[in-house]
């Protein structure tokens, strides 16, 4: 396992930086300047802006000089907050990003397991078909859909019992956890549920009602302890995809994580905010895949870590 960890870790660094590289790359041939906003401003003012962010020469020189910062771990100037750098905007908004996809994953887990196993046990009846049918809603629809649909019916009309937006309180985190979980926990239902019905038809489980064991130990001791390994695989994917996902719902909620900043810093031409955020995703993705790695084997020794 421990040469696991290694070996991606080593592998994280060149992924991580084409990554950094393209995004940086992109961003600066885009048309538009990350000064002007619109407005004139005198050819010597723009030229001392662009030499007091590293903005000024080649393209090549200044990813030179930004990947030479990037190295000791400074990732620059944010040219659209230009008294603040992009380490500070995100150790200041990733923690709350983090609070509202850490439940979001929670609620994605305990709804998806425990409805795909309720679906699983009434197979082909009626609750079955209800939960499948939510599930492919859940998955179909858009967060940019359903945020203001559960706005509308928690927050204004017919039951106002959330607030519409912010942050700062309880309730204000409950309306877009639950918008943030829904497409994951309909995923993770389907997972469990077609794992579930195959599981149900091993021998072991036969055997293990054969010995009188109570259809409840059977499913949770025995069966689900399998049925979960696609959800585990599943599992570090989502959770770089609700971090991610998470971008949609700040900006509507207007919530004060990274969501919003990044948003901003792609539609005013900041080139070291979005790289910065970029990389900083980058490197969850990759570090949420391997922890479901290792959580697999875990769970189920006869994996082979190769």
């Known amino acids: 396992m421990i040469a696991l960890i290694v070996r991606r870790l080593v592998q994280a660094v060149p992924v ?13 041939s885009a048309p538009g300047n990350p000064f002007s906003n619109g407005k004139k401003i005198r050819p010597e003012i723009m030229a001392e802006l662009e030499k007091q962010h590293d903005l000024d020469g080649t393209i090549w020189d200044q990813y030179v000089r930004y990947m030479g910062k990037v190295a000791h771990g400074n990732l620059n100037i944010s040219t659209q907050y230009l008294d603040r750098s992009v380490n500070e905007i995100i150790a200041q908004s990733l923690p709350v990003s983090m609070t509202l996809g850490s439940l979001a994953y929670i609620l994605a887990l305990l709804l998806g397991v425990t409805f795909g196993a309720w679906s699983a ?8 078909r209800f939960l499948m049918l939510g599930a492919l809603l859940g998955i179909s629809i858009p967060s940019f859909v359903l945020a203001p649909v559960m706005v509308l019916i928690f927050a204004i009309y017919p039951f106002h019992v959330l607030p519409v937006a912010g942050w700062g309180s309880p309730d204000q985190i409950i309306l877009p956890a639950i918008c943030l979980s829904i497409p994951f926990a309909a995923t993770i239902a389907r997972l469990t549920r077609g794992s579930l019905l195959e599981v149900l038809q091993l021998d072991f489980v ?3 009602r054969a010995k009188g064991l109570p259809e409840n130990e059977v499913l949770f001791r025995h069966a689900l302890k399998v049925a979960i390994l696609p959800v585990i695989g599943y599992s570090g994917p989502a959770a770089a995809g609700i971090l991610t996902g998470s971008i949609v719902i700040e900006t509507l909620f207007g919530i004060p994580g990274i969501g919003p900043f990044f948003v901003n810093s792609a539609l005013n ?21 391997l922890a479901a790695d290792i959580l697999y084997f875990v769970v189920d020794r006869r994996v082979r870590l190769e």
């Open 16 to 28: 991580l930086f084409i990554v950094v590289t393209l995004t940086f790359l992109l961003v600066r």
């Open 121 to 128: 046990i009434w197979h082909n009846r009626g609750p079955d």
């Open 206 to 208: 036969r055997t293990a």
């Open 269 to 289: 031409f900041d080139p070291f905010m979005t790289s910065g955020v970029v990389l900083v995703f980058s490197s969850f993705l990759i570090f949420f895949n």
